[in-house]
Nanobody
Framework: VQLQASGGGLVQPGGTLRLSCEAS????????MGWYRQAPGKERELVAE???????DYADSVKGRFSISRDNAKNAVYLQMNSLKPEDTAVYYC??????????????WGQGTLVTVSS
């Protein structure tokens, strides 16, 4: 399974960006999809995740500003980021969990896309 992420870039504080990630090559079912981020000198952290049925979870730091969605037909996940802050600056990675029935096959990560929030 390969994940291709896109949509990062440079934006001013208060601005918006939309990240996209599409998984290809899955032989089974992509269940949980999500976005993580890693800022310089910090550990990778969860930003948001969404189940195949649409249940979502967000980091407290992004609640009310970010929105995660997905297209199951495309095995794609999106992250709408509004009211961006300088502390949102990080490399954002998408994640996809592949399952074969009740057996988890593996986790797959995208290559990362850089989001820089700066004036």
């Amino acid at each position: 399974v390969q994940l291709q992420a896109s949509g990062g870039g440079l934006v001013q504080p208060g601005g918006t960006l939309r990240l996209s990630c599409e998984a290809s090559g899955s032989e089974y079912s992509i269940q949980l999809m999500g976005w993580y981020r890693q800022a310089p000198g910090k550990e990778r952290e969860l930003v948001a995740e969404i189940s195949r049925r649409g249940s979502t979870d967000y980091a407290d730091s992004v609640k009310g500003r970010f929105s995660i969605s997905r297209d199951n037909a495309k095995n794609a996940v999106y992250l709408q980021m509004n009211s961006l802050k300088p502390e949102d600056t990080a490399v954002y990675y998408c994640l996809a969990e592949e399952w074969a029935g009740v057996r988890k096959v593996d986790d797959y990560w995208g290559q990362g896309t850089l989001v820089t929030v700066s004036s």
